[in-house]
């Protein structure tokens, strides 16, 4: 299995700007994406969760999947300072009862007050 | 409750010594998972048990021992491990089936072998 690519980051946007995080995946046959978002020094975070093309909105956040171009991205909207974490939007794979997920280096987003 | 926790936060050992990480679900997932995240990299799948039994094992070295003692819980058991095994241990835990596939994950233990 590949790995996932995302943009490599690290980015840094001053505070309230809108901020675009991008990945391609490679999977075909992958139907399920998620963002997590990582603190530093702590465990990953579910985000945004979705199983179609399209958009997708929660808050101040939104997904848009691709899957014609195997692409996803979130949107970020009046970024806040808080908001600076890794972001990884990893691939999954069924098999076994259960579903593996294979993450990308993710993008690191730092915004300033 | 979409709570995973992980015990202890931090641990110190040397290489000759045996400790285990603990971890636990109570939102009736049956498939749970251990992941390895070194400084600035992605978390790394190690292993996966699906109905308390393991079915994926990432060719991970057997100084890692996992166990399931039941649909709750996960262990980890480490021996004789090497600096370089330093790292974030992560659990994971998921519904099983089509279409139930968001993780969910601990905060980690953050472990320093000596």
């Known amino acids: 299995q590949k790995e996932v690519e995302q943009d490599p980051g690290p980015l840094s946007v001053p505070e309230g700007a809108i901020v675009s995080l991008n990945c391609t995946y490679s999977?075909?046959?992958?139907?399920?994406f998620m963002w997590y978002r990582q603190y530093s020094r702590k465990g990953p975070e579910l985000l945004m969760y979705t199983y179609s093309s399209g958009n997708k909105e929660d808050g101040r956040f939104t997904a848009q999947v691709d899957k014609s171009s195997k692409y996803i991205s979130l949107f970020i909207r009046d970024s806040q300072p808080s908001d600076s974490a890794t972001y990884l939007c990893?691939?999954?794979?069924?098999?076994?009862?259960?579903?593996?997920?294979?993450f990308g280096k993710g993008t690191k987003l730092s915004v300033i007050p | 409750d979409t709570e995973v926790t992980q015990t202890p936060k931090h641990l110190v050992m040397g290489m000759t010594n045996k400790k285990s990480l603990k971890c636990e679900q109570h939102m009736g997932h049956r498939a749970m998972y251990w992941y390895k995240q070194k400084a600035k990299k992605p978390p790394e799948l190690m292993f996966v048990?699906?109905?308390?039994?393991?079915?994926i094992n990432e060719s991970v070295p057997s100084r890692f021992s996992p166990e399931c003692p039941n649909s709750s819980l996960l262990n980890l058991h480490l021996h004789a491990l090497q600096p370089e095994d330093s790292a974030l241990y992560l659990c994971?835990?998921?519904?099983?089936?089509?279409?139930?596939?968001?993780?969910?994950f601990g905060p980690g233990t953050r472990l320093t072998v000596l």
């Open positions: 999977n075909s046959a992958f139907q399920y």
């Open positions: 990893p691939e999954g794979y069924s098999g076994a009862g259960s579903y593996q997920l294979t």
């Open positions: 994971a835990s998921s519904q099983t089936g089509q279409g139930n596939n968001e993780q969910f």
């Open positions: 048990y699906s109905y308390e039994k393991l079915s």
